[in-house]
Every structure is written in structure tokens, then in C-alpha cells.
């Protein structure tokens, strides 16, 4: 409790660097790097912006997923090593199926996919995992929300897309507090369609879509200073209804002003699972 109260007195904001894009029109498109490499960018102009980010940790218990497309939670594991992937299929899949149903009131969840990451160059390259991303996005667009659908779940993907459904993602560090490059997150209030520019991610195996994202001075940002094993961030990066509702969540890794010396290297694992209503 008195750690919880520590974190919560945290500065009620700080100033960090974010990574936006200025769209000119030419394409944009990621390549991504095989396990344990660095993925290679090109399209759209960088936009680094200075910009305030708001200490979540006092306000956790105000957010709501169809409101401000994330929730920050307490969130205990079963899990004994992430490194281990027969683990993550056997013990966390399950867990976040029941987690997301929890949070979201879902009839059904299909996690499809997860993603180890870590800030230190020699354990990313050593345990064949992806680096944190250090740019505005958002994981899914218009057209690649149910493009995955039919990928994954073709049999069923036409009668599945015809009622309501959303993509949603469960973000945690995996051993030490986050010390570095933590996770910063926007309100999906103050996300406009204007700022939203498609991005391909190009892989060996596919051709995806994402949103890149351009500066937005409404853009509101929160941050959870030392995420610890057992809290968790669940947000929407797709939701097929358009009343209103979230429907996607900027989010970037950010250079924490308040790092210090010698901090531990971020780890982190993100899941990504559909959630049909």
C-alpha cells in the first residue's frame, strides 16, 4: 500500500518528446526485422513534438474502455518465465481471454498473437525479441481490423464481421518495474479521423495496415510511472461500431525525463485478441 501511495504522489505530469509524423502524401511502411532485429522505416516526414503527459496512477479508477479506449488494472499472473512460449500459450492466453471477457463484456475471445519486448539491444538480439516502438500508432486501421478476422478465422470470419467486434491488447512488463521507455497512452476522445495516416507493415509472410499518427495539439496523454508485473493496460486498437464509442488508442514507448542512472531495461509483453460481442 505505501508503494501504491508513493506512485500515485508521483509528478501529476511531465514533458517528454513524442514521436509524431507530418503526412505529405508519400506512402508509409514499416519493414519488419526478423527476431531480435531492428525494423526498418521509411515514408511521411518525422514530427518529434514536446508535449505533456498526465500521471494516470490517481485516475485509474475513471477510465473505461468504450470511453477512453484503455483501462490501467491490478492484474496478478500465473505466469513463471515469459521467455517460455509454450508457458504464455498454457498459462496467460487463458488468463487474458478471461480478462478481456471481464473487462470489455465480450461473449467470446480469440487471442491471435503476442509480442516480447525489451529497450536493451543485447537481450533483444540474445532472446530473439522485438524492440520498443518509439513512434505515435495505433496497431490497426479501418481495413486491416477485419482483414485479420478473415486471416485467422476463416471459416467463420464472414457471419463474425456482420456483428460487433473489437480488437483489444493487454500491455505489462514481464520481470522489473518499468524504468524506462514505459508506455505512453491517449485518451481516444482526443484522437481525431484527421490525425490517422495508414501505414503498411510489410513482413516477409504478409502485408499489413496500421495508423501512423500526426500532431494534434487536443491529443491528451497518460502514462503509468513504474508499472509493475502485476498491473496491466488494456486498450481497444479496433472497434467495428461508429456511435461513438472508443475506437482506436495512440500509444507510444517514450524517454522518460525522470529515468535514472543505471535504470533496468524495460520488458515488456503485449497480447492481441479479438473480442466478439
Same mark, same amino acid.
Given at each position: ?7 500515485? =504522489? ?107 519486448? +525489451? ?6 538480439? @540474445? ?16 481495413? @486491416?481490423?477485419? /482483414? ?23 500491455? !505489462?512488463?514481464? !520481470? ?15 484522437? @481525431? ?15 499489413? /495496415? ?9 491529443? /491528451?496523454?497518460?502514462?503509468?510511472? /513504474? ?9 481497444? +486498437?479496433?472497434? @467495428? ?8 488508442? =495512440? ?27
Amino acid at each position: 500500500m505505501a508503494q501504491t501511495a508513493e506512485l500515485d =504522489a508521483a509528478a501529476d505530469t511531465i514533458e517528454a518528446t513524442l514521436n509524431y509524423i507530418i503526412s505529405d502524401g508519400s506512402p508509409v511502411f514499416t519493414i519488419v526485422a526478423s527476431p531480435g532485429g531492428r525494423d526498418g522505416r521509411s515514408g511521411a516526414t518525422p514530427d518529434p513534438r514536446r508535449v505533456v503527459i498526465h500521471n494516470g496512477r490517481p485516475h485509474a479508477a475513471e477510465f473505461a474502455l468504450e470511453r477512453d479506449g484503455f483501462r490501467f488494472i491490478r492484474h496478478d499472473t500465473r505466469m513463471a518465465d515469459f521467455y517460455d512460449e509454450d508457458e504464455i500459450r498454457r498459462v496467460y492466453y487463458p488468463e487474458m481471454e478471461a480478462l478481456i471477457k471481464a473487462e470489455s463484456g465480450c461473449r467470446r475471445v480469440h487471442v491471435f498473437d503476442h509480442t516480447l519486448r +525489451t529497450a536493451d539491444d543485447d537481450i533483444r538480439e @540474445s532472446k530473439k525479441i522485438r524492440e520498443v516502438v518509439r513512434r505515435v500508432h495505433n496497431d490497426y486501421t479501418e481495413k @486491416s481490423g477485419p /482483414q485479420r478476422v478473415r486471416d485467422l478465422l476463416p471459416a467463420e470470419a464472414d457471419e463474425l464481421i456482420k456483428r460487433r467486434f473489437a480488437i483489444i491488447q493487454v500491455w !505489462r512488463p514481464i !520481470r522489473y518495474p518499468v524504468e524506462t521507455f514505459p508506455l505512453a497512452i491517449a485518451d481516444a476522445r482526443s484522437l @481525431s479521423p484527421q490525425n490517422l495516416v495508414i501505414s503498411e507493415r510489410r513482413a516477409a509472410e504478409r502485408i499489413g /495496415q496500421t495508423y501512423a499518427i500526426t500532431y494534434n495539439p487536443a491529443h /491528451q496523454w497518460y502514462w503509468f510511472p /513504474q508499472m509493475r508485473r502485476e498491473e496491466a493496460l488494456v486498450f481497444k +486498437t479496433y472497434e @467495428s461500431m461508429t456511435d461513438g464509442r472508443a475506437r482506436w488508442t =495512440a500509444h507510444t514507448a517514450f524517454e522518460d525525463p525522470a529515468t535514472p542512472p543505471n535504470a533496468r531495461p524495460r520488458e515488456s509483453i503485449e497480447i492481441r485478441a479479438f473480442a466478439f460481442f
